[in-house]
């Protein structure tokens, strides 16, 4: 293991209590888990069947019926299991452990007898295991179980669906791998990789971490697996739609060592480059490390969102190229935005870089945020940063896109990634090493840290993002270790205080660093947050001439239940005083920004185009909410991006 690597601190170390996440990761207990259990039980009448549990029943031999569903439906009990195992470190809930005890028992008699664990191949192909890497989803599903049982796991202590797992992963290793008589595949959908790295952080496997070196390693050599097992004879194709296939889709069109830009399905896309990060840093392979980085900025700087959404495409989920960034068409699936900030979690702890974590941040308290309503059982797959509702019909460019936050879905990769998201959102806040420990993100807890074999208690407060004032209490018993405190990019004035005294510290990439003995100090630290414009590269077609609002890690957007109807007709003069209200009764608590602009006037004629009219201004007052929040009222229109006058 890289010593230099930082590492997450355990959850049940860390107790959330901060104003803003409170909204959401109370909820996940309270609301989403039972909700979602409810779903994955086809429960809920007005909610389609997701034939999960079901599913699992009939391949435990325990119900009749055929098994229905897509490919990787396993995939929901898992990210479900996951998200109750997170939950659990925190807050202990005897009956809802003994639900998910259940669950796996179930899944244990759902597995086959050499260790496969897969409801569709088990019912629906049993004689067509591994023949189809490109589009079956066996490995994707087998690695988010293993990310169920090593989460799991680490909270309770019980290894039941750990062993499941390993069993699972032991036939794994058997059937791939570069050896004569093995698959020399590797999955369609990358996913299993990072998970493989997980399970042998968890069992200490050796194994299982050579299978993941193996499938990163070998993923987009020549000749290309995946075009030769569509060539097969007897290949049978379950998604037709996507022929003829291009294995930049899926990140293997050459070897991951030689890629230059982030090519295809996005969430695909972030998940592999989250394996590639872990092994960079359990291998110290600088190699690895520095491909990491090259696709990491071509992302962040010409292929992602303003609100940390990637993917653009609505057509396979996918990148494009640099710079198309439609606003009304995009994709941005909430999944991507949660491999983002995966990956940029790693990076962070990869390179002590503090850029890595304003990316992560601008995801979470954006796209992923608006993935889920305020009230827990709504979500959105799809993250637009401009809605018409009335244009978003079915067999149009703009089907993907829905107005409101929808019950469920087909595909329901979304919901259950939100709920282990937010149930593990302490991990986000802090990064440990042997004598350091970094402070990525400013959310109000109380943490227990192991530091020098001493005890170190970590008291945070603040009201982030409504203010830029956090108060930090450490009592170190003496314990000495450097503390850095990230300065993110938006922060004006940056200033600390120890004890009551300004501190002439240190400034590392994007941290400032204090190293001293510890035992009972206070340290005060303040930055100005401001409402701010953005502008947008010119070579963004979608934005020429337009501008944005941002104020600390949120963007905001325009919404129809504050601005009217017709959206797009707004002009913002880049010169206006943009005011700062809070509103306590609004979404919870909410920091509006108001301004002035014009709305330009419809015409007296019915005509789409005429000659002889001139436009037509009017005064308006502008209010702008944070994008994360959107569609928590009535429907309605919604804008990002307004025109600018120039």
Not at 101 to 119: F, H, K, P, W
Not at 169 to 182: A, I, M
């Amino acid at each position: 293991m890289n010593k230099k690597v930082t590492a997450a601190l355990p959850l049940r170390d860390i107790q959330l209590d901060d104003r803003y996440w409170n909204r959401y990761t109370k909820l996940i207990p309270d609301v989403v888990i039972p909700y979602q259990w409810r779903v994955l039980n086809d429960r809920i009448p007005d909610v389609p069947p997701s034939y999960c549990i079901r599913n699992l029943r009939i391949a435990a031999g325990e119900e009749q019926g055929e098994r229905q569903g897509t490919v990787f439906l396993d995939t929901d009990v898992a990210k479900w299991l996951e998200a109750v195992a997170y939950s659990l470190s925190w807050r202990p809930d005897s009956v809802l452990e003994k639900t998910a005890d259940e669950v796996i028992s179930l899944i244990g008699r759902a597995q086959c007898d050499d260790g496969y664990l897969n409801t569709y191949y088990t019912l629906v192909e049993p004689d067509r295991r591994w023949q189809n890497l490109t589009a079956g989803h066996e490995l994707y599903c087998a690695g988010h179980f293993m990310e169920a049982a090593a989460a799991y796991f680490e909270t309770t202590g019980k290894s039941e669906l750990l062993d499941i797992v390993c069993r699972l992963g032991d036939l794994l290793c058997q059937t791939f791998g570069p050896e004569s008589g093995q698959n020399h595949g590797y999955p369609g959908h990358p996913e299993v990789e990072l998970a493989l790295v997980k399970l042998y952080r968890a069992t200490g496997h050796e194994r299982y971490m050579e299978l993941a070196r193996y499938f990163v390693n070998t993923r987009g050599k020549s000749p290309n697996y995946f075009i030769d097992e569509l060539a097969w004879p007897d290949y049978r194709n379950i998604y037709p739609e996507f022929q003829p296939y291009d294995p930049a889709y899926s990140q293997s069109h050459m070897p991951v060592r030689q890629q230059e830009t982030v090519e295809g399905h996005a969430v695909r896309a972030v998940y592999l480059y989250c394996a590639m990060a872990d092994i960079a840093g359990i291998d110290a392979d600088g190699e690895l490390l520095e491909r990491c980085k090259i696709l990491w900025s071509n992302m962040v700087d010409k292929r992602m969102y303003i609100t940390g959404g990637i993917g653009s495409s609505g057509f396979l989920e996918r990148f494009t190229a640099d710079y198309d960034l439609p606003n009304d068409t995009c994709y941005a699936e909430t999944c991507a935005s949660i491999g983002l900030a995966q990956f940029g979690l790693r990076m962070s702890r990869l390179t002590r870089d503090a850029s890595y974590m304003d990316v992560v941040e601008r995801a979470l308290y954006n796209t992923v945020r608006a993935g889920i309503s305020l009230e827990g059982d709504r979500y959105f797959y799809v993250n637009p940063l401009e809605v018409w509702p009335d244009i978003c019909m079915e067999h149009t460019s703009r089907a993907h896109v829905k107005p409101v936050r929808q019950k469920w879905f087909d595909v329901a990769c979304c919901p259950t990634n939100i709920a282990r998201t937010f149930t593990s959102f302490g991990s986000y806040i802090y990064s440990a090493g042997e004598d350091e420990l970094f402070v990525n993100l400013f959310v109000q807890n109380t943490a227990t840290i192991q530091m020098n074999d001493k005890q170190v208690k970590i008291n945070l407060k603040t009201d982030y993002p409504r203010s830029g004032n956090i108060s930090l209490v450490v009592e170190g018993g003496g314990a000495e270790f450097a503390l850095y405190i990230r300065i993110p990019a938006f922060a004006e004035n940056f200033c600390v205080c120890i004890d009551g005294e300004k501190d002439i510290g240190t400034a590392e990439n994007g941290y400032y660093r204090i190293y001293r003995q510890w035992n009972n100090e206070q340290i005060g630290v303040s930055f100005l947050i401001r409402p701010r414009i953005v502008y947008s590269n010119p070579l963004v077609r979608a934005n020429v001439g337009k501008v944005a609002l941002i104020r600390g890690p949120e963007v905001y957007c325009f919404e129809e239940a504050d601005n009217r109807d017709d959206l797009a007709a707004i002009y913002l003069d880049p010169n206006t005083e943009l005011m700062e209200i809070w509103d306590d009764s609004l979404l919870g608590g909410t920091m509006c920004i108001c301004c002035q602009g014009y709305r330009l006037s419809p015409w007296s004629t019915d005509k789409a185009f005429d000659i002889v009219q001139s436009y037509q201004k009017q005064p308006v007052s502008l209010t702008a909410i944070p994008y994360g929040s959107w569609n928590n009222r009535s429907p309605g229109e919604m804008i990002v991006w307004v025109h600018s006058t120039i």
